[in-house]
Structures are given as C-alpha cells and as structure tokens.
C-alpha cells in the first residue's frame, strides 16, 4: 500500500459526526490507509460530539471536490440539487464518491454510474439502504451469480418503531407512536417521508436494480403508508395470529415484477416478524441460497456511519469494484397492480345494526371475492354506535378488492373508509 487516500467528507450532521468518530478514532485498521483532510458544511458554529482541527473544516464544498489533492469524496449533505451537483462534479474529476444518500441513487444512479464509467471512478453507496445491514455487498458481491426471486423487506425503522410500540400499547394511535418516535430521535420532525412509505419505496427501487437488474423508479413502486392504521388493525392481527409491518416487496411473477411497498399482515411466528422497533430485515430469495435474511439496525449515527466507512474499506482493498448499476438492464415490465393476488384484510367501521354483513358480503361476493372469516368486535356506544367489522378473504386480485370497497364505501352503513392490508402467509 502507498500513500494514504485522500478524504474530503461533505456533511457535518449526525451521519457525519459517526464517520469522524470512526475515522479519528485510535486503533481502527483504516486510518493506515486512510486520512481525512478536509470537512465542508453550511453551519461551522454549531457543537459537535467530536472535535477537529479548524484548519480542516470549511463552507465552502466545491473547493473541497475540486481540492486535486482529495482522492475521496463522502457525501452526507441529504437533499438532491447540492448533492447531485457535487457527486456529479467529483465523478467528472475521477474521484471516488460514497453517498448515504437514496433519493439520489434510486432517482440518478445509472446517469451517475455512466459519469463513473466515463472517468475512471468508482460509486458506492451501502449507506442508502438498510443502514448496518450490507445488503448491496451482498447482492454484488456473495450474490453475483444467482437469480434472485424474491425480496422481502422491512426497511424503515421508524415505522417499524410506530409499528411496534402500537402492539405493545393497545389504544396507542399511529399519531401518538410518531409522537413517541420523535421524542426518542427514532423520527423526523416531518416523518412524512417515512410514514407515507416512499422511504422504503426509494430503498427497494435500489435493491430491484441491482437484484432483477431492472430500473423501477420509486413513484412507479405501488405504495401505502402506515398512517391510516388503526390500534384496532394491530391488535386484531395479534389475535389471527398475524403481525402488522410495512413491508417492501418485489418478485418475478413469470416475466413481469411486482413491486410495492405497504403494511402487511405477516405470520406472528415467521423470522421477519421478530424484527422490532428500529431493526430492518431483508428476506432474499434465490434459486442458489434459497432463502435468507439479514436483520440489523436500518438507522442512525454508527450503524449508517460504518456502512459508509465499510465502503471507504472496500475502495482501499479492491481496485476493480464490479459496477452495480452499470450492467446491461433487463426488460422486467412491471405487473399491473389490479392483477396481483393476495388474501386481504379489510376493516371496516360500520352502524351496528342488522343486515351490514350482508350488504358487505353481497359486494365481495359480486367480484368473486371469496370471505374466510369475519371478527366483529362490541364497543362502548357512541352517539354514531360504530364498530369495527373485520373481513379476512381468500385469496382475490387487488382490482377487485379495489372495485367492491368502492361499493362499499358508497353504503350508508359505513362510516370510513374501508381499510385495506394485504397478508402474506409466505413469510
């Protein structure tokens, strides 16, 4: 090994703050071959957990990307116009680049991979998915040469916090997990991104490229978030047997891909349900390794600042890193979202009066939706006296489940909106 590569970390937020610590930090096997030189960030006032000489840090990114004496750029700004202006501007000068960052890589990661190629430089990104779990390795890498089948996933681990804490508190709404989320930093002050779900939906167009080698952008990936779950929906999935997680789902369904991201009732006693609070799993299916999973923390300062310093690790050890969104892409069409079948749960918050189930049941029965089982639980009255009416179906495409709530919704018996949760007994 020669001289040290050169390192110019853009980001002196939490993420950052981790990378430092493990950098700097004495007796770590990297810093021989490593050493960061310089550190960018817009605020330089604020208090950090560790402490740099002020001759490394500045304002001013561009002059540390352009900085011909920096071999390696570490990306963890967030956002996307700087930071594609940045990791676009390092790739053109052949720099190597490791970015956190998923937006960027599920939206321009094969425009960036082209720059790579072109250069010389090479892109990684361990960070953008899963945190302390190393799955994109594992796909480049231990995977390389299987055919991938299937992914299952939980990949936000503050939804899988909100998820967790609503089964262990019964009558502890989604809001008022998000609450608790907040006030331990297991969420945003705007959880929006993660509790609509497009979070993981970024994440799993990431992992469909490199796995089905496809291109699937994440607003093509049909999504549902957590935030109409109810208390109700949770613990009637305790009492089935079932698990509520937000699941993200891909596999080839003959020469199409389905692709979603949404809850999901799971079996209670399968390995993907024993992942709790801010743990993410992935579950692969291949036609060699059949199935395995992959369990470790999806966020925060150390799990995410040692994937990034995992790949500064690689960038030293292995010259020819094979290119991961570089490879020819497959045709893999996505399946339309109406021919999908599953088994459903549907919840419904309906008047306790007689004849609702046979109004219910007409419409199911209508589209050939078959009803497994029905739970209709007694509540304290209220001047509306609603109650939850719980349906569990035999297995139906997703369009006609779509078509029969609409008539449903439309009855004068129903007092919200039907909620919908697919169940997956495969897991």
């Given at each position: 090994?020669?001289?040290?590569?050169k390192?110019?970390?853009?980001?002196?937020?939490?993420?950052?703050?981790?990378?430092?610590?493990?950098?700097?930090?004495?007796?770590?096997?990297?810093?021989?071959?490593?050493?960061?030189?310089?550190?960018?960030?817009?605020?330089?006032?604020?208090?950090?957990?560790?402490?740099?000489?002020?001759?490394?840090?500045?304002?001013?990114?561009?002059?540390?990307?352009?900085?011909?004496?920096?071999?390696?750029?570490?990306?963890?700004?967030?956002?996307i116009?700087?930071?594609?202006?940045?990791?676009?501007?390092?790739?053109e000068?052949?720099?190597?680049v490791?970015?956190?960052?998923?937006?960027?890589?599920?939206?321009?990661?094969?425009?960036?991979?082209?720059?790579?190629?072109?250069?010389?430089?090479?892109?990684?990104?361990?960070?953008?998915?899963?945190?302390?779990?190393?799955i994109?390795?594992?796909?480049?890498?231990?995977?390389?040469?299987?055919?991938?089948?299937?992914?299952?996933?939980?990949?936000?681990?503050?939804?899988?916090?909100?998820?967790?804490r609503?089964?262990?508190?019964?009558?502890?709404?989604?809001?008022?997990?998000?609450?608790?989320?907040?006030?331990?930093g297991?969420?945003?002050?705007?959880?929006?991104?993660?509790?609509?779900?497009?979070?993981?939906?970024?994440?799993?167009?990431?992992?469909?490229?490199?796995?089905?080698?496809?291109?699937?952008?994440?607003?093509?990936?049909?999504?549902?978030?957590?935030?109409a779950?109810?208390?109700?929906?949770?613990?009637?999935?305790?009492?089935?047997?079932?698990?509520?997680?937000?699941?993200?789902?891909?596999?080839?369904?003959?020469?199409?891909?389905?692709?979603?991201?949404?809850?999901?009732?799971?079996?209670?006693?399968?390995?993907?349900?024993?992942?709790?609070?801010?743990?993410?799993?992935?579950?692969?299916?291949?036609?060699?390794?059949?199935?395995?999973?992959?369990?470790?923390?999806?966020?925060?300062?150390?799990?995410?600042?040692?994937?990034v310093?995992?790949?500064?690790?690689?960038?030293?050890?292995?010259?020819?890193i094979?290119?991961?969104?570089?490879?020819?892409?497959?045709?893999?069409?996505?399946?339309?979202?109406?021919?999908?079948?599953?088994?459903?749960?549907?919840?419904?918050?309906?008047?306790?009066?007689p004849?609702?189930?046979?109004?219910?049941?007409?419409?199911?029965?209508?589209?050939?939706?078959?009803?497994?089982?029905v739970?209709?639980?007694e509540t304290?009255?209220?001047?509306?006296?609603?109650?939850?009416?719980?349906?569990?179906t035999?297995?139906?495409?997703?369009?006609?489940?779509?078509?029969?709530?609409?008539?449903?919704?439309?009855?004068?018996?129903?007092m919200?909106?039907?909620?919908?949760?697919?169940?997956?007994?495969?897991?």
């Amino acid at each position: 090994m020669g001289e040290k590569l050169k390192v110019g970390l853009l980001g002196f937020g939490t993420i950052g703050t981790g990378v430092i610590r493990l950098l700097t930090r004495k007796g770590i096997g990297i810093s021989r071959w490593v050493e960061l030189v310089k550190v960018a960030d817009i605020d330089l006032e604020r208090p950090r957990e560790v402490e740099l000489d002020s001759s490394m840090l500045t304002a001013d990114a561009e002059s540390v990307v352009k900085d011909p004496g920096i071999d390696v750029i570490i990306e963890l700004i967030g956002g996307i116009e700087a930071a594609k202006k940045y990791v676009e501007m390092a790739l053109e000068l052949g720099k190597d680049v490791i970015t956190a960052n998923k937006y960027l890589i599920s939206h321009y990661g094969d425009e960036l991979f082209e720059r790579a190629q072109k250069s010389g430089a090479r892109l990684l990104f361990e960070a953008s998915v899963a945190g302390g779990v190393p799955i994109i390795k594992i796909l480049r890498e231990e995977l390389a040469c299987d055919r991938i089948l299937s992914i299952n996933a939980v990949l936000n681990g503050t939804c899988n916090y909100i998820l967790t804490r609503m089964e262990q508190c019964p009558g502890m709404s989604c809001q008022q997990a998000v609450k608790e989320a907040q006030a331990k930093g297991f969420a945003e002050a705007d959880p929006t991104l993660d509790v609509s779900g497009m979070d993981s939906a970024q994440k799993l167009s990431i992992l469909i490229r490199k796995a089905f080698r496809t291109r699937i952008l994440p607003d093509k990936i049909d999504l549902q978030g957590i935030t109409a779950l109810s208390n109700v929906d949770v613990q009637s999935a305790l009492e089935m047997g079932y698990r509520i997680k937000l699941l993200a789902r891909a596999s080839r369904e003959g020469d199409k891909l389905t692709a979603w991201v949404g809850p999901a009732l799971i079996p209670a006693d399968s390995i993907m349900a024993q992942v709790k609070n801010e743990f993410n799993a992935i579950m692969i299916n291949s036609e060699a390794h059949h199935e395995h999973t992959y369990i470790g923390k999806g966020a925060g300062m150390m799990p995410t600042a040692g994937a990034v310093v995992g790949d500064l690790y690689t960038l030293v050890n292995h010259r020819n890193i094979p290119t991961v969104f570089a490879e020819e892409q497959i045709d893999l069409p996505l399946l339309e979202r109406t021919e999908v079948k599953c088994r459903f749960y549907l919840r419904l918050m309906v008047k306790d009066q007689p004849g609702v189930l046979a109004r219910v049941s007409s419409a199911l029965a209508a589209r050939n939706i078959s009803i497994a089982s029905v739970i209709q639980k007694e509540t304290e009255e209220d001047p509306k006296k609603e109650v939850p009416l719980v349906i569990i179906t035999h297995e139906a495409a997703v369009g006609a489940v779509d078509e029969a709530v609409r008539v449903i919704n439309k009855e004068p018996v129903v007092m919200d909106p039907t909620h919908i949760i697919r169940i997956m007994d495969v897991l």
